[in-house]
């Protein structure tokens, strides 16, 4: 059975970088596509980002394009997520979750079948 966990978050001030790191165990990675998901304070959980399973397809909100990239190592079994200019609005839980079965991916929630614990992200002065 795939688990993922993520891990790289922390506080950071505006305009500073993260690195999220999402580490898979138990089924190789390369099965799933990969989505980034973030729940800000107050706010419902949205799809930020997404990644193919061989790496050839990308996707993001406009919130975060220009600014997150999303990649995977599926030799190391694992997906990251690297933030640069980090603003205030980007506080929040950042989520991957692993999809079945798709020749693309996907930001829509229910399309994912296993979930990681989280890691959190402060950005503030």
């Known amino acids: 059975q795939l688990h993922l966990v993520e891990s790289g978050g922390g506080l950071v001030q505006p305009g500073g970088s993260l690195r999220l790191s999402c580490a898979a165990s138990g089924f190789p990675l390369d099965y799933y596509s990969i989505g980034w998901f973030r729940q800000a304070p107050g706010k419902d959980r949205e799809g930020i980002s997404c990644?193919?399973?061989?790496?050839?397809?990308?996707n993001y909100v406009d919130s975060v394009k220009g600014r997150f990239t999303v990649s995977r190592d599926n030799m190391w079994n694992t997906a990251y997520l690297q933030m640069i200019n980090l603003k205030p609005a980007d506080t929040g839980r950042y989520y991957c979750?692993?999809?079945?079965?798709?020749?693309?991916?996907?930001?829509?929630?229910?399309?994912?079948?296993?979930w990681g614990q989280g890691a959190q992200v402060f950005v503030s002065v």
């Open positions: 990644i193919s399973k061989n790496g050839s397809i990308t």
């Open positions: 979750a692993a999809e079945p079965w798709s020749t693309s991916c996907s930001l829509v929630e229910s399309e994912h079948s296993t």
